[in-house]
């Protein structure tokens, strides 16, 4: 998947680790937020998500995922 990714979360949130690694590994490219140091980005995380879990990732053709399971954002990125 090519274009613009937004990914927020917390260094202290496994999920976001883990879903971080994926794309690391994947090539993909994406932009980082701290939801922890940054309470505009927080807010933000949990208006798209309708709640206050992380990671919440956003793509580019305007979906997202929120906690998502590896098969989930693989599928998603490989598209």
Not at 25 to 39: I, S
Not at 51 to 75: C, K, M, Y
Request: negative net charge; contains cysteine.
């Amino acid at each position: 998947m090519s274009g613009s990714i937004t990914m927020y979360g917390a260094d202290w949130c496994g999920d976001c680790t883990r879903a971080k690694a994926l794309l690391d590994r994947e090539g993909v490219a994406y932009t980082y937020v701290d939801v922890e140091h940054d309470e505009a980005a927080r807010d933000r995380a949990i208006e798209i998500a309708g709640r206050q879990n992380i990671p919440v990732i956003v793509f580019d053709d305007g979906t997202h995922l929120v906690e998502p399971s590896n098969p989930e954002l693989l599928a998603k990125v490989r598209g």
